[in-house]
């Protein structure tokens, strides 16, 4: 994968990373927030709520209540009361203890719950059992509710702002995709004055140097390559007087070759403008066809294959046919001797068409992958005439390709080999 195809994945991101680092802080946060609880405000709480009990308590012996009474006091403010004395024996609760028992010390006391005994003034002894365990269970309960409402809350608030300011991210990540698949035409919106404005304005201008570069790459070959036609004009004429020899024979074999660079050239240049291209309905079984019986005699040999008899397509046929007969030429130029025969197939869909040319040659390395349609590219650097050409047959396939609204890309396979892949929609 190279690097205009990478993407991070979700630990790598810097938005999962924001993300974990908030959540990190929000538990860090509600640890110091429990441990501060626990330890400060719980057991002064609790100091000062067991003080007001035992003066309620004495209060409430001083009022000798009945059990009706006693009865209301439990339901507003939560308390068990048991009394024992000249008045009866009573309890608004049958699982307390007896006063005897708690007097022996044979219950057991656990946490939130506090016995208290206190004398009546006409006699008897009032025991007052306090369940704070309940109390402080329901507030614990009500207070974690809120906690994690107000967590996932700020969690959600956090995602929504980090997301909307790495917007700028995702847009240049979009825009360097753009530019990977060559297309230049790419102008960020900037937005605010912080560093990601900073960074978005600085992509801006570069795309727009790099665009004026290659522009300016263009015209020079443009432009070198009319110059050339006079003088190329001039040798031919004074080749033409000299007496037939092999040097002729070496020197015309060199000016056919630059004439036919130079009309490559300029055809790539031409191919720019949508009238580079005469467009017709026209059936693309029978072009694939002609165009393979011309590798027929050549090894490794050559595969037609298609479901469809036929496929109706608006396109330019001549510039098509060149389209394959450089991909097919590319395809035998790389084989190996024990390579399989090329494959070349064509199949559609809906209103999509895809046409694959795949071999068993030498394949193309990884690292060349995302140049092989750039002018004057060759995997083979020597540019040795055993393998021939200038590095222009795929860039004119590439540009063709686009005319017509289609596209074109490569893949190696898992052995050896490759697969040029045209796709073109919105066929007829």
């Known amino acids: 994968m190279n690097k205009a195809e990478w993407v991070p994945s979700l630990h790598s991101s810097i938005f999962s990373k924001l993300l974990a680092t908030m959540l990190g802080m929000i538990a860090i946060l509600v640890l110091m927030v429990a441990g501060f609880f626990a330890f400060v405000v719980f057991p002064n709480v609790s100091l000062s709520s067991e003080n007001a009990v035992k003066e309620y308590t004495r209060l409430l012996a001083a009022s000798s209540p009945s059990l009706a009474a006693a009865k209301n006091i439990s339901k507003v403010a939560h308390v068990q009361v048991r009394y024992q004395g000249p008045g009866g024996d009573w309890t608004t609760s049958d699982a307390l203890p007896s006063i005897e028992q708690v007097r022996e010390g044979k219950v057991n006391s656990s946490f939130g719950h506090h016995f208290y005994l206190e004398k009546a003034p006409q006699g008897g ?25 107000l967590i996932v809350f700020v969690v959600l608030a956090a995602y929504w702002i980090q997301r909307w300011h790495l917007r700028p991210v995702r847009l240049l990540s979009d825009g360097m995709g753009r530019i990977s698949r060559g297309d230049l035409d790419v102008a960020l919106s900037v937005s605010g004055q912080d560093e990601f404005a900073m960074l978005t304005a600085g992509f801006n201008d570069m795309v727009s140097r790099v665009k004026q570069m290659i522009l300016a790459r263009d015209q020079l070959l443009l432009d070198v390559s009319h110059e050339l036609r006079s003088p190329l004009t001039r040798m031919k004429v004074a080749l033409a007087l000299l007496p037939d020899d092999g040097d002729k ?21 031409r191919l720019r403008t949508p009238n580079g291209l005469s467009r017709e309905e026209q059936d693309l079984i029978p072009i694939l066809r002609e165009v393979a019986r011309s ?5 490794p040999g050559i595969n037609v294959i298609s479901s469809c008899e036929s496929i109706l397509v608006n396109i330019d046929g001549e510039k098509i046919r060149t389209v394959f007969r450089n991909l097919l030429e590319n ?8 390579s399989r025969p090329v494959d070349l197939s064509a ?53 063709i390709t686009e005319a017509h609204g289609g596209t074109i890309q490569v893949e190696n396979h898992s052995g050896r080999g490759a697969s040029f892949i045209l796709t073109f929609k919105n066929v007829a």
């Not at 369940?131 to 509710?145: G, I, P, R």
């Not at 020197?251 to 056919?256: A, N, P, R, T």
């Not at 490559?264 to 240049?269: R, W």
């Open 125 to 149: 002894t009032y025991l007052v059992v306090w369940n704070l365990a309940d109390q402080m269970h329901a507030t614990h309960v009500k207070l974690l509710w809120m906690l994690l409402v």
């Open 249 to 269: 024979a070496d020197i015309d074999s060199d000016l056919k070759e630059m004439e036919e660079m130079i009309a490559e050239l300029l055809e790539l240049e």
């Open 295 to 299: 590798f027929d005699e050549r090894p």
């Open 331 to 338: 395809a035998f130029k790389y084989s190996l001797p024990d």
């Open 347 to 399: 199949q559609q869909s809906d209103h999509t068409v895809i046409v694959r040319v795949r071999d068993d040659g030498v394949g193309i390395p990884e690292a060349q992958r995302s140049a092989v349609f750039e002018p004057f590219f060759r995997v083979d650097p020597s540019r040795s005439k055993k393998t021939g050409g200038y590095g222009l047959g795929l860039s004119i396939c590439k540009r």
